[in-house]
Nanobody, 126 residues
């Protein structure tokens, strides 16, 4: 079992930056891959970024490549999403997800994950 809690969301102007954190408890960080997804009002939840259990492999949605960076600190059981050059279309609730695994996978689909956090709101004003 993995319990995930996101933090770091807020209101920011276009062009600004935010760093989201996802604190995990229950299972050692080295035993799961992690991902970030987002859901805007009236839209389906979509993949943003993923990172393997070791941090050696990452995967990004085309819409955030070059602007967002996913990372993790296994000693702190925490996964991060650094978001730069934010745009109004990045406005959404951002969710952290985890997949128990010891192979370097980076799933890009909702079905690839077993545990989810409650989400944190990110609002980008124009």
């Amino acid at each position: 079992q993995v319990h995930l809690v996101e933090s770091g969301g807020g209101l920011v102007q276009a062009g600004g930056s935010l760093r989201l954190s996802c604190a995990a408890s229950g299972r050692p960080a080295r035993n799961y891959a992690a991902g970030w997804f987002r859901q805007a009002p009236g839209k389906e939840r979509e993949f943003v970024a993923a990172i393997s259990w070791s941090g050696g492999t990452t995967n990004y949605a085309d819409s955030v490549k070059g602007r967002f960076t996913i990372s993790r600190d296994n000693a702190k059981n925490t996964v991060y999403l650094q978001m730069n050059s934010l745009k109004p279309e990045d406005t959404a609730v951002y969710y952290c997800a985890a997949k128990p695994t010891v192979v370097p996978v980076v799933p890009g689909t909702l079905s690839g994950y077993d545990y989810w956090g409650q989400g944190t709101q990110v609002t980008v004003s124009s």
